[in-house]
């Protein structure tokens, strides 16, 4: 009894582990929609600049990197101690970009929802070209 009581808690465990993992990973479908709150700033697709950079490829990518598009000083800064754009990075940056890089002058409150924050990068690495 006690065998097969650990077999299906360990069969329990390992679902709950799963489901964890593909909501962590994020719904793209959903993350569309929660990028409507960036779009007016920023362009996924294209390489072009808004008021905001370009967020094509952002993933790896240095902050501040993109030429031409001037760049608040904390940004700059950003740059020059080599602060690389990783999920774990853009995902407190989006939570509240004003903690995570003081003076900056993206005027975005930021996004509460962690669920919100998975499926917009989810959504992103879809759509920018990020693996």
Same mark, same amino acid.
């Given at each position: 009894?006690?065998?097969? %009581?650990?077999?299906?808690l360990?069969v329990v *465990?390992?679902l709950m582990? !799963?489901?964890?993992? +593909?909501?962590a &990973? $994020?719904d793209p479908?959903?993350?569309?929609?929660?990028?409507?709150?960036?779009?007016?700033?920023h362009e996924?697709?294209?390489?072009?600049?808004?008021?905001?950079?370009?967020?094509?490829?952002?993933?790896? %990518?240095?902050a501040?990197?993109i030429?031409? *598009?001037n760049y608040?000083? !904390?940004?700059?800064k +950003?740059?020059? &101690? $080599?602060?690389?754009?990783?999920?774990e990075?853009?995902?407190?940056f989006?939570?509240?970009p004003k903690?995570?890089l003081?003076g900056n002058?993206m005027a975005?409150?930021?996004?509460?929802?962690e669920k919100e924050?998975?499926?917009?990068?989810?959504y992103?690495?879809?759509e920018?070209g990020?693996?």
């Open positions: 009894m006690g065998f097969v %009581r650990s077999l299906s360990a *465990f390992g582990m !799963a489901t964890g993992s +593909a909501q &990973e $994020g479908a959903n993350g569309a929609k929660v990028f409507n709150k960036c779009k007016a700033c996924l697709k294209t390489e072009k600049n808004k008021v905001g950079p370009h967020l094509v490829q952002i993933l790896g %990518r240095v501040g990197s030429e031409g *598009f608040s000083s !904390a940004l700059k +950003a740059h020059a &101690e $080599g602060l690389v754009w990783t999920e990075h853009l995902a407190k989006v939570a509240n903690a995570f003081p002058r975005f409150a930021g996004l509460k929802n924050i998975a499926d917009l990068i989810a992103m690495k879809q920018a990020d693996s």
